[in-house]
């Protein structure tokens, strides 16, 4: 007897889910690109997307955060990137990692995003220093510490807070019910 | 390591790595990647409001912020413009013996011809370590990697990668940049290249200088055609300082750029150039007229 082969279908709740995250992102990017024209933010830029895509993990599931950190990580670089390409690992680890400890070590709710939005302001930092290297290996650390890296890192922190308030608002939005996030931290 | 026996986590972690190398391989090249290219179209519409709207907002807080600056800036254009004037009658002065001369000696005169193409920034990059502008012209407008471009004041940098409707210009401020320029008063001549801690103040500097001697704060800066990028005489921008470098034993200018970096919203893209003589094109176009 041969076995049934079973295809993809997405259904009507996957295709919404994808249409709010997709569009959040898409208008973050559009921002965090467009933020170096405000002077304040010309020397660091925080980093929205990769804030916005550990919520989805963290609100909705790891696999949910991996694949919006993962296309939205590329799509920043196709945007904004200059050498290296790191936005979509950076956002992959960002999104599953988040979507892995919420549930089983940190509480599914928003208070508790605080702990991932500090880590991945840490990532952001990490991603930026790697990347400013590999764009120019001349660079002295204290300046790019001083100036880009630390302002980086505070700008993540701070204006991560909306779009982690907007990414809760957006999985809600999305309509993952309580009984499919007590079963995906079961799984 | 529990992790890697994890199957949608192994694939997915492939994948991003697949697009991380992918797209760096690609970037270094100078070639955007199908998917680049594409993303740039799509969004070129959305990050032109964005920008326009991030212009404004930063148009409307120094509106209230650079009161002070900018009336202290007011008075000094009003001298300088005084001061211009006079050099500009001074200049069609000469410009008028010149020629006179010129027709006197027998001697031909040149002229550069370029093809120009507008564009609009509309990004810039978006990690903050690095400037790089992005403009809304590409392959489909004939713009290719290495043309340079310009602003209405003066150089602005060359073009690192182009997409099907978006191209990357990197800045003279950048340290990845580097271009042949002589003293326009002088003729002593010098690599202008970018200083990360110079750009931080909209700075860049004049390096390989041998008669340092004969610089002076205030000389004009302009690019010497060598190099093969920038036609020869366009402003690069005017010396702010002179220093020896003790170890090489030449001098080191600090640059300012005459592009107003900040406020940088339209350029033109040289597309190409020529030098033909003058009174060919005259003549020329003097046969054009009915």
């Known amino acids: 007897m041969r076995p049934k082969v079973r295809f993809f279908t997405p259904t009507a709740a996957l295709l919404r889910r994808i249409t709010i995250y997709g569009t959040l992102l898409f208008f973050l990017i559009i921002i965090q690109t467009s933020l170096p024209f405000i002077p304040i933010f010309r020397r660091a830029v925080p980093g929205l997307v990769l804030v916005s895509a550990a919520a989805i993990g963290f609100f909705d599931s790891e696999y949910a955060g991996a694949i919006a950190g993962m296309v939205a990580g590329t799509a920043l670089d196709a945007l904004g990137g200059v050498s290296l390409s790191l936005a979509p690992l950076a956002g992959f680890a960002a999104g599953y990692f988040c979507g892995t400890v919420a549930g089983k070590k940190l509480p599914r709710e928003l208070p508790a995003f605080s702990v991932c939005l500090a880590a991945v302001s840490a990532l952001n930092l990490f991603v930026t220093l790697v990347c400013a290297y590999a764009a120019n290996s001349e660079l002295r650390p204290v300046r790019l510490i001083v100036y880009t890296l630390l302002p980086g890192f505070f700008y993540t922190l701070l204006f991560g807070i909306p779009v982690a308030l907007l990414t809760f608002l957006c999985a809600r939005l999305a309509g993952k019910t309580k009984r499919e996030r007590q079963a995906t931290a079961e799984r | ?290």
């Not at chain 2, 070129?44 to 404004?56: E, S, Y």
């Not at chain 2, 271009?179 to 001549?189: N, T, V, W």
């Open chain 2, 1 to 290: 390591m529990r992790l890697f026996k994890n199957k949608f986590f192994v694939i997915a972690l492939a994948i991003a790595l697949v697009l991380t190398t992918c797209t760096t391989v690609l970037s270094v090249m100078g070639v955007a990647s199908p998917l680049r290219s594409v993303l740039g179209a799509v969004a070129l519409p959305f990050r032109w409001c964005a920008a326009k709207v991030a212009q404004g907002l930063a148009g409307f807080s120094a509106y209230f912020t650079e009161f002070d600056r900018l009336r202290e800036e007011n008075s000094e254009l009003s001298r300088e413009v005084a001061e211009l004037r006079q050099r500009l009658a001074d200049a069609e002065r000469m410009a008028e013996e010149n020629a006179a001369l010129r027709e006197f000696f027998g001697l031909e005169s040149l002229e550069v011809e370029w093809e120009l193409v507008d564009a609009v920034v509309i990004g810039r990059e978006a990690g903050g370590y690095m400037a790089v502008y992005t403009l809304n012209r590409g392959s489909l407008h004939g713009i290719e990697r290495g043309m340079a471009v310009v602003s209405a004041d003066g150089v602005v940098g060359y073009v690192k990668e182009t997409g099907i409707s978006w191209c990357k210009v990197v800045p003279i401020t950048e340290t990845t940049s580097a271009l042949g320029a002589h003293i326009e008063k002088s003729g002593i001549s010098g690599l202008v290249v970018g200083d990360f801690e110079l750009r931080d103040r909209g700075r860049c500097k004049m390096t390989y200088i041998e008669n340092g001697e004969g610089l002076s704060p205030g000389d004009f800066v302009v690019t010497s055609g060598t190099g093969g990028i920038y036609p020869a005489g366009l402003p690069v921008g005017v010396v702010e300082e002179v220093v020896p470098d003790p170890l090489s034993r030449t001098y080191t200018a600090t640059i300012i750029p005459a592009a107003d970096f900040d406020n940088l919203t339209r350029v033109m893209i040289i597309t190409s150039y020529s030098i033909t003589k003058a009174d060919e094109t005259q003549h020329t176009e003097e046969e054009s007229l009915p």
